[in-house]
């Protein structure tokens, strides 16, 4: 099925550790971002990227690195976890930056001890 | 940047007609309203968006008021599939980013 995939589904990090996480998408979409969503609270931005090979922050990028090589995949690097990035984190696509038809995955829970 | 305003809880019954406000005094001209919402243990999803008109599709309607500060999302039958987090987001002239509030949650009572 066409969609978002996020991997993995969830993990356990101990401080300082690094780690990726996965996210890939099948619709050719331009637009790719990842948020962080903490417990009973909104979305926040943390980087996106327009296409291949260009990416920017968003609202809080600091402990997180990007880049996007091809179309279908924009990983989100975690340089030395910390317990302030426990959180569910969610990669986002669209066809274009316009903000209509995002399509969501499914999540990846981090816990970082 | 433009902000929206959400009752943080609603209640409605199955089969009945749902009305979700949200506010956004300050919204300029160029802005986009898009609703999107969060079922239970999943990303979010899109419902609808709009700029000036109302506008309808398979999911909702979505009634702007005509000076734009507030805007209504209304689901003409709740189910219980229904039950959600969902939030009213202003887009940024510039496009790059969609800035999520805390939302309504939703329930749907049986």
């Known amino acids: 099925n066409a969609g978002v995939t996020q991997t993995p589904k969830f993990q356990v990090l101990k401080t300082g550790q690094s780690m990726t996480l996965q996210c890939a998408q099948d619709?050719?979409?331009?637009?790719m971002s990842w948020y962080r969503q903490d417990p009973g609270m909104g979305l926040r931005l943390i980087h996106y990227s327009v296409g291949a090979g260009i990416t920017d922050q968003g609202e809080v990028p600091n402990g997180y690195n990007v880049s996007r090589s091809t179309t279908e995949d924009f990983p989100l690097r975690l340089l030395s976890a910390a317990p302030s990035q426990t959180s569910v984190y969610f990669c986002?696509?669209?066809?274009?930056?316009?903000?209509?038809?995002?399509?969501f995955g499914s999540g990846t829970r981090l816990t970082v001890v | 940047d433009a902000k929206t305003t959400q009752p943080n809880s609603m209640e409605s019954n199955e089969e009945e007609p749902v009305h979700l406000p949200c506010n956004h005094s300050t919204i300029s001209g160029t802005d986009y309203i898009h609703w999107y919402r969060q079922l239970p243990s999943q990303g979010p999803e899109y419902v609808i968006h709009?700029?000036?008109s109302n506008v309808n599709n398979r999911m909702a309607s979505l009634a702007i008021a005509e000076d734009r500060k507030s805007s209504t999302l209304i689901l003409h039958r709740a189910t219980l599939r229904d039950a959600a987090v969902y939030y009213c987001?202003?887009?940024?002239?510039?496009?790059?980013?969609?800035?999520f509030g805390e939302g309504t949650q939703l329930t749907v009572n049986p």
């Open positions: 986002a696509s669209s066809r274009n930056r316009d903000g209509y038809g995002y399509t």
């Open positions: 709009g700029l000036t």
């Open positions: 619709m050719n979409h331009e637009y």
């Open positions: 987001i202003l887009q940024e002239t510039s496009g790059s980013r969609l800035t």
